[in-house]
């Protein structure tokens, strides 16, 4: 058997509840449909339960269908997929709908168990859909957050060179050096390395895999008065830098690609 479909009708036309009901029946859709006959009905059965899907009439007692839409969507209320349905002539009407939120109209001269089967089943999925986006969403957030905590806690210096090596990010670990990440952004890879023309290219590198840089030594400069001044303005490290890509690792290990080099990441560590 199939889905267990929850079907909210607002209308306000009891003939008109019993012909979708019956339609839904001959389309051969498995439902409880639940009934409200008015606007203040609507919102209350909608705030209250868990629906499949609502299909919204526009002449209503207390209101029409369009304050209904803008409250119950845009103040906080239900994320159940609407269908709007409008008499003949109605077309403005249903565009302005569809602008408010609901995901689809069905005219009433048109309606036949096949299309409310059909229009129905669309609407569920591309809720079910937005949904999904809005979750990845959501968790991609959460992870970069994650992500962004674990990146300004450690001790090590991350940052980022852009295709032109200048520093485009530094975490805060960059205040060792006597540094406010801020004061770095924009700035030229020598502004926190004491590096030669001929070294450069290790660290500010494009390579990636077993190819990019590992260990490479190299001279941090520090400011006097940072925790890790000692007397001179140069401290030990070494540091791993992997070229950035528009694309996959192994599709830029691909000498003929379409692709385009957007900035290294470097993971540094000081030598003490």
């Known amino acids: 058997m199939d889905k ?74 239900t994320s159940t997929p609407i269908i709007f349905v409008t008499g003949k002539g109605d077309e403005m009407i249903a565009a302005q709908a569809l602008k408010t939120g609901a995901l689809d109209y069905i ?12 229009c129905i089943h669309n609407v569920i999925k591309v ?22 905590r674990i990146v300004e806690t450690i001790s090590e210096i991350i940052f980022q ?22 004061e770095l952004m924009g700035k030229p890879l020598s502004t926190i390395l004491d590096i030669t ?25 520090v400011k006097k008065g940072s925790p890790l001044w000692s007397e001179t303005a140069f401290l030990p490290g070494q540091i791993d830098s992997y070229g950035l890509w528009n694309v996959s690792e192994e599709l830029a290990s691909i000498k003929d690609i379409d692709k385009e080099f957007q900035g290294t990441l470097c993971l540094g560590r000081f030598i003490r």
């Open 107 to 118: 005219p009433k001269e048109k309606l036949s168990p096949e299309l409310l089967s059909q």
């Open 197 to 221: 023309n001929d070294h450069l290219p290790k660290v500010a590198t494009g390579r990636i895999g077993t190819r990019a840089t590992f260990n490479f030594d190299v001279m941090f400069k």
């Open 127 to 148: 809720h079910d859909l937005e949904l999904r986006a809005n979750q990845a969403e959501y968790l991609l957030v959460e992870t970069e957050k994650h992500y962004k």
């Open 4 to 77: 267990l479909l929850k079907i909210l009708i607002i209308d306000d036309d009891r003939s008109f509840r019993k012909i979708v009901t019956r339609m839904m029946g001959r389309a051969g859709l498995n439902v409880e449909v639940t009934e409200a006959i008015n606007c203040a009905e609507g919102v209350e059965k909608l705030n209250n339960n868990i629906f499949d899907c609502a299909l919204l009439d526009y002449q209503l007692p207390d209101a029409n269908g369009i304050h209904l839409l803008q409250e119950i969507l845009h103040f906080g209320g």
């Open 161 to 182: 060179l852009d295709p032109s090596r200048n520093i485009s990010f530094i975490n805060s670990s960059a205040r060792s050096l006597g540094f406010e990440p801020e």
